[in-house]
């Protein structure tokens, strides 16, 4: 692993960054038993190994985001948002932004889930108002253009942000890392974008799916790598996000879905056994029981359309339970959030059981907004 640090690219991380990551990195290994002494104090960690905790543990994604004005303050710095994800300097701030104002249980590295095919050599932007843009692979043939391994040079500075967040976590806050599933990267790979319709990736599933396994293959492999490093570098959880799951059913999901989610926590757990994974199979309903049973995962995080008396009764005696707040009434405050927030902890809180979003943050949420909630869950 340190020598990752060492061969990192000059043009994403200037030698003398390198050093100071490194330094960072090797206090961070030094002192494993210290940080695994502290980890049972976590909230967080707690709440998924089912242990009382003295309050609700919450976190949300995208928590560092637009609706933050210092986040709009450090953006301005970077040229694009690719180079503000691999900047580990700012990407270590903005990951730390939100626990500095708001004190969640949990930080989530800033990142994004499509720099793993930026590191099996896809190429990559992301346009202003657009989102992401890549030079689409839609056959076999062209999927001879991926590398069969990920470029670690091109990740480093991801591991560098990690490791600098690490040093500055408060000793009660949890650090997660993260990547895109297998089939919600794929979507991107082969439709070269956000897609409405899913028409192009799936056509390729369903008419040569040997072909396609491929591509789901080494996206496999590639994802199983990265997480590996960030736990490395510091990540004590993982999640993985199948944001496009639902576009999926029948053998198909259970193909394209579950399977290549349980190899990845089988892949995982090989190198680090006892490292907490959070899947996220978003808007899949009451299939989320069978991907909790039959993937391994530790928690299961939900969205708001389930609703809650379902997610108590089917899969809160499965799985540790993540969720489930609309972003939409996070935005709208007052009376309906603190009502929402109670509803929720009333059904699904105690053990085994983290606050969150049904999805992440919108840009237009009030930073008072996220005050109220932090108020009523530590109420």
Known sequence: MLSLWIKGRSSVIPVAHKLYYL???INLQESILVETMNSAEKPFLQAIRGEPTAHVPFWLMRQAGRYLPEYRAVRSQARGFLDLCFNPALAAEVTLQPIRRFGMDAAIIFSDILVVPFALGQELCFQEGEGPKLEPIRTVS???TLSNTLDLERLAPVYAALALVKAQLPPETALIGFAGAPWTLATYVVEGGSSRDFKTVKSWAESDPDGFQLLIDRLTDAVIIHLVHQIEAGAEVVQLFDSWASALDGAAYDRWVVEPAKRIVAGVRQHYPEAPIIGFPRGVGRRAVAYAQQTGID???????????????LLKPVVGVQGNLDPAIL????????????????????????????????????????EQLAAVLRA
């Open 23 to 25: 330094y960072h990195l």
């Open 142 to 144: 062209e999927l001879q």
């Open 299 to 313: 928690m299961i995080s939900v969205d708001n359309s389930l609703p809650l008396h379902e997610i108590r009764d």
């Open 331 to 370: 935005v709208e405050g007052g009376a309906a959030l603190e009502n929402a927030v109670k509803d929720i902890v009333d059904a699904l809180g105690g053990p085994r059981f983290i606050f969150n979003l049904g999805h992440g943050v919108v840009p237009q949420t009030p930073v008072a907004h996220v």
